[in-house]
């Protein structure tokens, strides 16, 4: 049996959930696409004092994709609205949407994603 599932006009590549070590641990994901196309994809999340929830994208390393989630301490969800892109493979862009819940602000975080393709 295979199974193909979508949203909208996207392919879900794949999707789960996942518990970071601790509350201070990141949570790293290597994308294997090819033996010519892979990267790191690692969720950093940072706790400041101002407690006003961000979200930056940056680039280490030209193959590691850092997420700085910034006050991602909620346990009721914070996460994205609209699919983050990612990177672009084989003509096709690759996109994820993620959600965090940290119960009571302490412990580990989890982490509820999907990563999806352009068909």
Sequence with gaps: MTTEISSADKLIIDNG?????D???DLT??????ESFSFN???RFITDKNGERSLMKEIENNNTIVL???????????GTTKPI???TFNG???YIHFWVSMLN???PRQVSYSIYSER
């Design 17 to 21: 959930v996942a518990l970071t070590y």
């Design 23 to 25: 509350e201070n641990a």
């Design 29 to 34: 994901f290597y994308l294997h696409f090819d």
């Design 41 to 43: 994809l690692v969720f």
């Design 68 to 78: 700085k989630c910034i006050n991602f301490n909620n346990p009721f969800w914070t």
């Design 85 to 87: 892109e990612l990177a």
């Design 92 to 94: 096709k862009k690759i």
């Design 105 to 107: 602000g302490t412990g």
